[in-house]
């Protein structure tokens, strides 16, 4: 046998004392028995450890100072401090110069207490501790990406610059996200106005939104605004003076209900973009002259995931409704360019899986009244009003974008339905006899066709 025990203990913090007495504890080493015979020795850098020896050596020589240092206690005893990271060989020689046995002593970074703090930190991940030179490696798999950098965090306070990282991330690390705009607007005005016109033989006069017409005689003929909306005309004639009056009473309603909701999918760290719409050409002068440069608009979604901790998703997004306003568009040299309305957020939520954010919202009140009257005729009591008109509108709008996300994992694609599954064209017969514009289906796309157009499309939710 080569040796009655190979590094029975390594005494970890401390060099340990040789005697009883003062420790209690006897040290525990190489047993060497036969000469020529090599074992291999583990000593942690910047600790030390104690070995014996059961034959009686006279001299000892390490072959790299650098890595170990060695001294002899005793004519058995042999104390080994670890320096620096490598391989180096002890050799013991008798009193007669013969070889008593090589050592192979390997000093490697010292991972005791870093293992102790990983379990205290990380008690749930199976991470695995090696050491490589004078680095730490890392393998194994963690929960999160969060702790995979808590366990790099730690590994570089011991061993700094000098980790590898060899682990993976496990769990679901695809994010669905769902944006629902929703806006309403609703508006509302009213208006109440008169106006007298006169005109007789080389005179006319009017108040109001008439517009006095021309039949080619010399008496122009009072006609009211082929623009008014609402409106009674009376006209009478007075000898040659010819009377007109206009009332115009007018209400308008409008409700307008906006909503949108795209739905988009990423893997954890990496962007997305989503666009359901069209480019708009706008004209630019530049140096060559005028060119053209398309701005996109539509439904806009960009977003980066990221699988923080569990089910814990970090989302930088930005989302936009935008549409083409010709209503306020501009026209420079001939050319006419329309404005974009658009409704935009760029934010940083966490929220958990299957959890929804309120990310903005908008509440918008606009309240315009005007009256236009004839100077001090308006002013009259009674009589006044027919010199007189007022208009009031209000408008009301709001607006709300909430935000969804979701861990998904891919499924069978026989599992999935879509949108086009649930529309079947019709034949000739049914469409020409019967005006049906689709067809009726069985079986399972008929219970598909019967629900709305919403629903999960291409991943199944955790």
Same mark, same amino acid.
């Given at each position: 046998?080569?040796?009655?025990? *190979?590094?029975?203990?390594?005494?970890?913090?401390?060099?340990? $004392? +040789?005697?009883?007495?003062?420790?209690? @504890?006897?040290?525990?080493?190489?047993?060497?028995?036969?000469?020529?015979?090599? %074992?291999?020795?583990?000593?942690?850098m910047?600790?030390a =450890?104690?070995?014996?020896?059961?034959?009686?050596?006279a001299?000892?020589?390490?072959?790299?100072?650098?890595i170990?240092?060695?001294?002899?206690?005793?004519?058995?005893?042999?104390?080994? +401090?670890?320096?620096s990271?490598?391989?180096? &060989?002890?050799t013991?020689?008798d009193?007669?110069?013969?070889l008593?046995?090589?050592?192979?002593?390997?000093?490697?970074?010292? @991972?005791?207490e870093?293992k102790?703090?990983?379990?205290?930190?990380?008690?749930?991940?199976?991470?695995? =501790?090696r050491?490589?030179?004078?680095?730490i $490696?890392?393998?194994?798999?963690?929960?999160?990406?969060?702790?995979l950098?808590?366990?790099?965090?730690?590994?570089?306070?011991?061993?700094?610059?000098? =980790?590898s990282?060899?682990?993976?991330?496990?769990?679901?690390?695809?994010v669905?996200?769902?944006?629902?705009?929703?806006?309403?607007?609703?508006?509302?005005?009213?208006?109440l !106005?008169?106006?007298?016109?006169? !005109?007789g033989?080389? #005179?006319? %006069?009017?108040?109001?939104?008439? *517009?006095?017409?021309?039949?080619?005689?010399?008496?122009?003929v009072?006609t009211?605004?082929?623009n !008014?909306?609402?409106?009674a005309?009376?006209? /009478?004639?007075?000898? !040659?003076?010819?009377?007109?009056?206009?009332?115009?009473?007018?209400?308008q309603?409008?409700?307008?209900?906006?909503?949108?909701?795209?739905?988009?999918?990423?893997?954890?760290g990496?962007?997305?973009?989503?666009?359901?719409?069209?480019e708009?050409?706008?004209? =630019?002068?530049?140096?060559?002259?005028?060119?053209?440069?398309y701005?996109?608009?539509?439904?806009?979604?960009?977003?980066?995931?990221r699988? #923080?901790?569990?089910?814990?998703?970090?989302?930088?997004?930005?989302? %936009?409704?935008?549409?083409?306003?010709?209503?306020?568009?501009i026209?420079?040299?001939g050319?006419? $360019?329309?404005?974009?309305?658009?409704?935009?957020?760029? &934010?940083?939520?966490?929220?958990?899986?299957g959890?929804? /954010? %309120?990310?903005?919202?908008?509440?918008?009140?606009?309240?315009?009244d005007?009256?236009?009257?004839?100077?001090?005729?308006?002013?009259?009591?009674?009589?006044?009003?027919? /010199?007189?008109?007022?208009?009031?509108?209000?408008?009301?709008?709001? +607006?709300?974008i909430?935000?969804s996300?979701?861990? @998904?994992?891919?499924?069978?694609?026989e599992?999935?339905?879509l949108?086009?599954?649930?529309?079947?064209?019709?034949?000739?017969?049914?469409?020409?006899? /019967?005006?049906k &514009?689709?067809?009726?289906q069985s079986?399972?796309?008929?219970?598909?066709?019967?629900?709305?157009?919403?629903?999960s499309?291409?991943?199944?939710?955790?």
């Amino acid at each position: 046998m080569a040796f009655r025990t *190979l590094i029975a203990s390594v005494l970890a913090g401390a060099m340990a $004392v +040789l005697t009883p007495a003062a420790s209690g @504890v006897q040290a525990q080493g190489l047993k060497v028995l036969k000469a020529g015979t090599s %074992a291999r020795l583990d000593v942690p850098m910047n600790r030390a =450890v104690v070995v014996e020896s059961d034959i009686p050596f006279a001299e000892l020589s390490i072959a790299n100072p650098g890595i170990a240092d060695i001294s002899s206690l005793s004519d058995r005893t042999i104390y080994v +401090l670890g320096k620096s990271p490598g391989l180096t &060989t002890l050799t013991l020689l008798d009193a007669t110069g013969s070889l008593i046995t090589n050592v192979d002593v390997h000093v490697a970074a010292d @991972v005791t207490e870093f293992k102790e703090r990983l379990k205290q930190i990380l008690p749930n991940e199976k991470i695995e =501790v090696r050491t490589a030179n004078d680095g730490i $490696v890392l393998s194994g798999t963690v929960s999160s990406a969060a702790r995979l950098q808590r366990a790099l965090d730690l590994a570089g306070r011991y061993a700094p610059d000098r =980790v590898s990282n060899l682990m993976s991330v496990g769990g679901v690390q695809q994010v669905m996200l769902k944006v629902r705009f929703a806006e309403m607007q609703r508006s509302v005005s009213k208006s109440l !106005s008169s106006s007298v016109a006169l !005109s007789g033989s080389g #005179v006319a %006069a009017e108040t109001g939104t008439w *517009l006095q017409g021309d039949n080619g005689l010399s008496n122009p003929v009072i006609t009211p605004d082929g623009n !008014s909306l609402g409106a009674a005309f009376f006209g /009478f004639d007075v000898g !040659s003076l010819e009377v007109g009056l206009l009332i115009e009473a007018l209400e308008q309603k409008g409700l307008v209900r906006t909503l949108a909701e795209p739905n988009l999918s990423a893997l954890s760290g990496q962007e997305a973009t989503f666009l359901a719409g069209g480019e708009y050409p706008v004209p =630019v002068s530049d140096e060559d002259g005028i060119s053209v440069e398309y701005k996109p608009f539509g439904i806009e979604l960009n977003f980066i995931p990221r699988v #923080v901790d569990g089910d814990l998703i970090n989302l930088e997004l930005k989302a %936009a409704v935008s549409a083409i306003d010709t209503a306020n568009g501009i026209s420079v040299n001939g050319l006419s $360019v329309s404005a974009f309305s658009r409704r935009e957020t760029t &934010t940083t939520v966490e929220l958990r899986d299957g959890e929804s /954010f %309120a990310i903005a919202g908008l509440i918008e009140d606009q309240f315009t009244d005007s009256a236009s009257q004839l100077p001090w005729i308006g002013d009259v009591p009674i009589l006044g009003s027919l /010199f007189r008109s007022s208009s009031y509108q209000r408008s009301q709008s709001e +607006l709300v974008i909430i935000v969804s996300g979701h861990l @998904v994992t891919p499924t069978r694609g026989e599992a999935l339905s879509l949108p086009t599954d649930r529309v079947k064209p019709p034949t000739e017969q049914e469409l020409f006899l /019967f005006g049906k &514009t689709a067809r009726t289906q069985s079986g399972a796309a008929a219970e598909v066709a019967k629900q709305d157009f919403s629903g999960s499309y291409g991943y199944v939710l955790d």
